[in-house]
């Protein structure tokens, strides 16, 4: 699927000033951080790579130009939403025991994880200083939200955590994390542009809303595509989130049903090692069977239309609306 | 060695506000943190346990105190640095492979390296979180420090982390590594609660530049208690920085002095394992008869000697300089 042209757009202005950015640190930091952002290869060699979708950048820009003001205003905060996401894959993926991301070895498979560690926490620090350099009122507030939702993403990542230990996690249980894992940080993406913008504190909670609905429409996806995902396109192996028996979406809603699906899932999760390619194949067919594929996709949708309707009654500009918009319907259909 | 009745003092004051900050933090995530803090064991029942010296939170505290104003002005400043401090000890013992700290298993020992990485992401985003909700310039100030202190910390560690590859390192490298490991964040405690007073800044430099030199005492100290300490007193195992062939200041001097000694301790190094027992007894040896171990504390007491000197030229109060020149010679002559 095609992305949208404003990604593009909006990826021109704020790489460079990500890769600035970046360049404060010191230079034994640099060969991870350049080769997990996609600018450069393991041996440094700088190539054409699958950087991502830079969406928090968009977002945050776009949120600017939504209360009428031009996206130069927005580039701290773009910038530092997408460190702290970028420290936070970094660190996920040692966590999660992920071996790729972006049809790569991920950062601690590719160096160490001793180096990735490290890297990230830089990643992390630098982020609330680009925001903080700046000595603005506003910029201090929208340092203030970022280490807010950050703390938010880590308690949110810390119970996904927990959940590996559960035989089971309810839907609300496992909305509950994804909404601190993933909705906290969209909802800061989609609304520091306006933050910085010194726009008026409905204008920036409507779009702080809207990033947040659209962070779960979001997550109940990537849960989607972390199953039954292509890996030729989403860059991770087939039924990924399957093989360490993830409390993702679909998989909480086919365990919490409390019927013979749950019993056949359970027992597939019942092995204390990550399951097999079979073990894989069969689970994924049995949750997809049980409906659990289809409810979360519905799932997305719900909070995609509230996404919308959030931002629909917000007071903002009408191009940007659309522009966001089309963002949005791209997040949810995606299949990457 | 008894500490100086000022760190007990202040750690009455705030031992609770850490306790109190900490709360904060998703449960999930207190248990790694309540044992790592030594306020629980590893089955997290309370118990009196080993929660180290709380150094930084003094110097904290005095800061505010040396410029005439009540302690208790610094508190989230002394709160915020033993947070970052204490992130960068959970993470860096799961980087130095360190299994145990303070008698005890490290945090990534106790309960597992994903468990330690997460927490100490939560308390690198906390520190900032106390001081920015704090809402005053001055708070914002001290942020925007203890943001530049931890970028310098970090980029400490990832140069400590190269030496590991090199197969000698100058002296003059292992100082600079130093000097951005340690003396960073002693320079910044130190003068936070002055900072946090609204001082002069002329008063806030001295008073970090004092921190800096203590730090640098301070690193020297402890290099030579990771070779030489008792692991009764200091809770980690005997010649702990021997196995994995640290280039701390002992090792860096005698490795770079070009002679047969060198060429000795380079044989031991050369060997692509841990160095066991027998090794680290040899090596010890060798780095102390060859002047490595006299050389470092004469390095701690030339730093320990300018601390002073930038402490006596400081406009502050004479009670408040006694205090601060009594843990400056605490922490040089300390054996833990």
Request: overall charge negative; proline content about 4%; hydrophobic content about 40%.
């Amino acid at each position: 699927m095609k992305s949208p042209q404003v990604l593009n757009r909006v990826m021109e202005l704020v790489e460079p000033e990500l890769v600035n950015s970046v360049k404060k640190l010191s230079d034994e930091l640099l060969p991870v951080i350049e080769y997990h952002f996609g600018w450069k290869t393991i041996k440094g060699i700088e190539a054409p790579e699958d950087t991502g979708k830079r969406l928090r950048p968009s977002l945050a820009v776009l949120s600017a130009e939504a209360v009428g003001r031009d996206l130069e205003v927005a580039i701290p905060g773009a910038v530092a939403v997408e460190l702290i996401h970028n420290f936070s894959l970094i660190h996920d993926d040692i966590i999660d025991g992920d071996k790729e991301r972006r049809h790569r070895p991920s950062a601690w498979t590719a160096f160490s994880i001793e180096d990735a560690l490290i890297a990230g926490d830089a990643l992390h620090t630098l982020a609330f200083q680009v925001l903080l350099e700046e000595n603005t009122p506003e910029s201090v507030q929208a340092a203030r939200r970022l280490v807010d939702a950050t703390t938010t993403m880590i308690s949110g990542q810390a119970a996904d955590m927990t959940f590996d230990d559960l035989p089971t996690v309810s839907f609300e249980e496992c909305l509950k994390m994804e909404a601190a894992k993933t909705g906290a940080l969209l909802g800061y993406s989609s609304s520091v542009g306006a933050i910085l913008s010194g726009a008026d504190e409905k204008t920036c909670n409507a779009l702080e809303v809207f990033g947040y609905e659209l962070g779960l429409a979001y997550q109940a996806v990537d849960d989607v595509l972390g199953i039954w995902g292509d890996p030729k396109i989403t860059g991770k192996p087939a039924g990924n989130d399957l093989r360490e028996k993830k409390k993702s979406m679909p998989v909480s809603i086919v365990l919490s049903a409390n019927n013979s699906d749950s019993e056949k899932l359970l027992e597939i999760f019942s092995t204390k090692e990550d399951l097999d390619e079979e073990e894989i194949v069969r689970a994924s067919a049995l949750i997809e069977n049980a409906g659990g594929r289809e409810a979360t996709l519905e799932e997305a949708d719900k909070h995609l239309k509230r996404a919308i309707e959030f931002l629909n009654n917000a007071d903002i500009r009408k191009e940007t609306f659309c522009e966001l918009e089309e963002i949005a319907h791209f997040v949810v259909n995606r299949d990457s």
